[in-house]
């Protein structure tokens, strides 16, 4: 079920964001209930509300509209999807002085909570408006329909230079054998990362361009749906599992305390 604002949502209303397309949004891993890293979501909601519709955004209330969700699928695991909208905006003059944005909540069974080691594909790419989870997602699916098209799992954005970004949909760590080194660029800064920025003493942010990946000892890719997951492969260029670094790094996340919806 799809709920807008607390009550089932229309098809009308919905019909509107499929055809207009303006948005944003966050996912979330709702496990017994608590969110890891929830008060980031809400402060990346209002954030991006701000930024896209010049609309405040009232965080008590987005978070009473998820609990009533994930009361609603019982003791299961769920991913939570918050979508901001405005079902009133017009094709032709998206501007208003004064938007009316909704809060679409929807939820899915969680998947593992660890999947295991995949393949990516470099591409040239960078998405709009990078720093914001919106939902204008055609550009970085046709990356990863590509991608796998190709054999590969997922794509691998960087730029024209070669330096390197994020995924679709996810955030690159690389493990140089003593730090984990975030990539420096145009990136949808995601909560997983943030959280093991704040935990693993060994972060560094800096410029990783593609030439120096076979110097790299692993690669993971972050997002609050996979949690850590390992890359196997760059292209042609095999990466070892560091399970050592790999157990790590999951232990520091889940180690962070999960907060009560």
Known sequence: MAYIDGVPASPDQLRALALLNYGHF?????????????????DRLASHCLQLFAA????????????????????????????????????????????????????????????GPFRVRSVTYQRDLPEVKHIGLMGPLWQRRHAQRNGFDDALFSDRESFISE????????HDGGRLIWPQAPVLEGVTMRLLQQVHDQSVIRPVNLRDIPMMRAAFATNTTIGVRPIAAIDSVELPIDTEMLQFLRKEYEEIPPERI
């Open 56 to 115: 405040d955004l009232d965080r008590e209330w987005v978070r009473s509209l998820v609990r009533d969700a994930v009361a609603s699928q019982g003791s299961e695991s769920a991913v939570v999807r918050v979508t901001i909208f405005d079902p009133t905006m017009d094709l032709g003059r998206p501007w208003v002085e004064r938007a009316s944005p909704v809060v679409l909540v929807t939820t899915r069974p969680a998947g593992p909570a660890y999947p």
């Open 26 to 42: 966050t996912s979330m891993r709702a496990d017994a209930q608590r969110v890891r890293g929830l008060s980031h979501h809400l």
């Open 167 to 174: 995924g679709p949909t996810w955030n690159v760590a690389f």
